[in-house]
RNA sequence: GGCGCGUUCGUCUAGUGGUCUAGGACGCUGGCCUCUCACGCCGGUAACAGGGGUUCGACUCCCCUACGCGCUACCA
């Protein structure tokens, strides 16, 4: 058998068909976003049909996280959920009808039969060809294709299940867009189920038969797929629908790994350094922010985790975009409009791209920092009042300090919530906690930097302006006048303000914390560390 | 087991028979800058899975092996 396959890029239409497991896992984003680029670089349209044939369960709220997750993702969809479209409904638990008249024509046309083997005897046969390593093909024994037939069988008290007639000659031949020419022997295809005893349909006709109904001339999906194509073709032909074109994607892979991701291995990636890493770092926002943590919603292959951290939906899609695609030997950014116009199916690999934490970090930082000062601090504001440190309605004072703030943290921010690893700003100055280390090192025994400190308080407050360029200038001087180095008082001076040896430049911790708070926390310090000497 | 897909630096990749002593990015690393931490700047490290062909010539084509992944479900 020969498919010719015209193709036509006047009217693209693909979808992605998502099952309302709760969880958007970055590697269905990654085919999601591909056949999105795809609709958009045609002008065609992009279709989100769920796929909640096999679980009955809560579908609104397993979906809803979902959705979201491709909203804030910026992958929008012209038919689905929420908004419908012509081929409603696009749930495919509310298409049975659709299914049960597929199952029909093909048991009208022969294409299937109606199956009375038992459960075990089909087993038997399939396991005596196993045992003897021969191919398995049914022997059809209890197949029924007339009344009497099935009248035979009924009366044996059997159930019967809609078997595919497949044929046991000759090759599925069929273009991948990305794989080349593709062959397949049909009797290597087993007569696939497509209707259970009880009616309802599997995968493979359900997908099947919406993708014709709802005209997909596309179908981007991943690797995995490739080998039920032939059963498919199968499928769609005896049903006399149109193909689509098919493009095989490669599979995204573990971290440092060439194992298929997935988002039930959290304990073994937690193994992989660069993911503890990204996790650990997102834990530690969560905490402050009081979010739960359980891996089975908190991770880093599921959308969600970055959104809560902070992350740009911008360098989580650009990232995605180069997981298995590149335009060329160097460009790596692309906005949306250069990606719409960029993607092309051909250079996408065939290889499996391994998720890679530190460069999807790389990504976010270079999309955060070229971020106008605005800009982030609106995106760092949710987050100082998830973690309590501002009201709800700041006002406009708390919003030019925290504007100060974030221009004062400059490129330490990777994602909007790491500005809660400044929480001492918001603390009072009789709250600041000490890192024990940094306490002891630079305050408690340092007996001449805590003198030079104790000095430094006396003079300060004749000192009116406070800004940065004001206070670096006179604490030169200070020094200067004292005859000692910097280093004498500036790791002093920031452990005092801050409790923390790390942090931002000194003079500008000085200046936000204002000359008010710069002193009570100095002589706060100095009891402090002069008490925990004795 | 059978069938199919895949294999370039640690990772993402460029490369479609000669331009490859294999290019870029992330990472790692040496140095500079510097009040710490970052940032930034300059430099470095590192790959064609292995073996056979084909060819004047192979990362590029063919075959085999190895490894990885998938299908072989009344899962999707």
Known sequence: MIIEMTPDLSRVRVRFAPSPTGFLHIGG?????????????????FILRVDDTDQARNVVSALQPILDGFKWLGIDW?????????HAPYFQSKRSDLYQKAVDTLLANGSAYKDYSRPEEFAAERQAAEKEKRQFIYSRTWMAETPEAEAKFEAEGRDHVIRLKMPREGSCN????????????????QDHVVQRKDGSSLYHLTSVVDDGEMEISHVIRAIEHLANTPRQIFIAQSLGLELPQYAHLPFVAEPGSSNKLSKRKLDKYLKNHDFKRLYDHGAR?????????APETFNPVIVDFFREIGFLPESIVNYLLLLGWSLDDKTEEFNRAEMIQSFSLNRVNKAPASFDPQKLTAFQERYMWRLELEDRVALVLPFLLKAGLIAPEPDSNVLSFVKALVDAAGERLSFAGDILDYEEFFRADDAIEFEEKALRKRLVKADAQ???LKKLAQSLPELEDF???????????????????????????RVALTGKAVGFGLFEILSLLGKESCLVRISR???IAEASKE
């Open 29 to 45: 984003v990654r085919t999601a976003l591909f056949n999105w680029l795809f609709a958009r670089h045609h002008g065609g349209q």
């Open 467 to 493: 800004s940065a360029a004001s206070v670096e200038s006179y604490i030169r001087t200070f020094v200067e006048a004292e005859g000692v180095g910097m280093g004498m008082i500036v790791h002093a001076l």
């Open 450 to 452: 805590r003198e030079l």
């Open 525 to 527: 310090a100095i009891e």
């Open 174 to 189: 069929f273009h991948d867009l990305i794989r080349g020419d593709m062959s397949f022997n049909w009797a290597e295809e």
């Open 78 to 86: 012209d038919e689905g959920p929420e908004c419908d479209g012509p």
């Open 285 to 293: 926002i969560a905490e402050k922010i009081g979010l739960d943590a």
